[in-house]
């Protein structure tokens, strides 16, 4: 028997899949103190993805890296990215993708040394994430859930790319769905509440 909280938290998850299959990006924050089943609401709404014919792009905060910028962005990206064949991996690179200059492969030109180039970089992993999602072409877009568990200890550009992401998800078939521990008053704390 499930408290009533996590029958209405799995409910959630499962209309954010359907929409997400149907066509339309939806965001769930799943927030609850240590130890009250947010990590195995996650596991069981990536297992009903896989189920459903969906592709599952997985991370997960770390405490000892929550300072190393883009940690949690590259957990969910670079699998696909490093999966793709040359020619692939060029279409999902491309355009204003290439300013997500993280992954092998990938070209930035025209960035200023000495310019603090974050927001290029954010929006480069955003139009990325988008090219995986809804590959440019005119290919067959195929629904995605991303999956960020522990979100507390994510760094802040990959926080600042999963807001970024959040904002324009109804154009795009994914559910975002993202584990947080309550009552972490930290530095990113700000940031979570944004994603929220």
């Not at 790319?161 to 972490?184: K, Q």
């Amino acid at each position: 028997l499930f408290p009533y909280t996590t029958l209405f938290r799995s409910a959630e998850l499962l209309g954010a899949l359907a929409r997400a299959r149907a066509g339309t990006g939806r965001l769930v924050v799943i927030s609850g103190e240590a130890g009250v089943g947010k990590s195995r609401l996650l596991e069981a709404a990536a297992d009903q993805a896989r189920m459903s014919g969906m592709d599952v792009l997985a991370g997960r905060g770390l405490e000892f890296e929550r300072d190393f910028p883009f940690g949690v962005a590259l957990q969910l990206l670079e699998p696909p990215v490093a999966a793709a064949g040359p020619g692939r991996r060029a279409g999902l690179l491309a355009g204003a993708a290439a300013a997500a200059a993280l992954f092998e492969g990938s070209e930035v030109t025209g960035l200023a040394d000495g310019v603090d180039h974050s927001y290029a970089f954010v929006h480069g992993l955003r139009r990325l994430a988008g090219n995986l999602i809804a590959p440019p072409g005119g290919a067959q877009a195929r629904p995605v859930l991303v999956a960020v568990d522990d979100a507390q200890w994510a760094d802040v550009m990959s926080l600042r790319f999963l807001i970024r992401l959040a904002a324009d998800l109804e154009a795009l078939p994914a559910a975002v769905v993202v584990a947080t521990r309550d009552g972490d008053h930290d530095a990113n704390a700000s940031l979570r509440r944004k994603l929220a």
